[in-house]
């Protein structure tokens, strides 16, 4: 299981770096004159170009890693659906907010909200379609249960 969650964390770093990087980039198109894969709040706080694409790289792969490495909750047997799935959202969730302020992802606390809200949201789907795969899947077992004991 530890192979596998580090695994994921390994292709999930590099996922985040790319997704960083191209969120920066496509919000650098904005201003033809200055395209920076870093936001210019983030180049401020590091004081250089390269300072901050190390920053952005390592942050935005943090959480790339944190958001892969945790899907590895739902694979433990003893931990219920809804703990699982709430665990990963407490996590990716708390693990956004600091990083997002600090590479400039967000420029403040309503677009921070409409983003953590926009989680939730789609965390909450996630449950409920993981939820009703399992509820099939239960019911198809205990059909094949009560076919096998007919027999």
């Known amino acids: 299981m530890l192979k596998k969650t580090l695994k994921r964390a390994g292709i999930g770093f590099l996922i985040g770096v790319a997704i960083g990087y191209g969120i920066c980039i496509l919000e650098g198109t904005a201003d033809p004159d200055s395209i920076l894969p870093v936001s210019d709040r983030l180049l401020h706080l590091a004081g250089s170009v390269q300072a901050a694409l190390v920053l952005q790289g390592l942050f935005s792969g943090l959480y790339g890693a944190a958001c892969f490495a945790g899907m590895s909750l739902y694979e433990l047997e003893r931990l219920p659906l809804a703990a699982a799935t709430a665990l990963h959202c407490a ?11 600090l590479l400039g992802w967000v420029s403040g606390a309503p677009e ?11 965390f909450f789907l996630i449950w409920l379609i993981m939820w009703a795969i399992y509820k099939k899947q239960v019911k198809e ?8 004991q007919q027999r």
């Open 112 to 122: 921070l909200l409409i983003i953590a809200g926009m989680q939730l949201v789609a």
């Open 141 to 148: 077992l205990n059909e094949m249960q009560e076919q096998f």
């Open 91 to 101: 996590m990716i969730i708390l693990l956004f907010i600091p990083i997002a302020l």
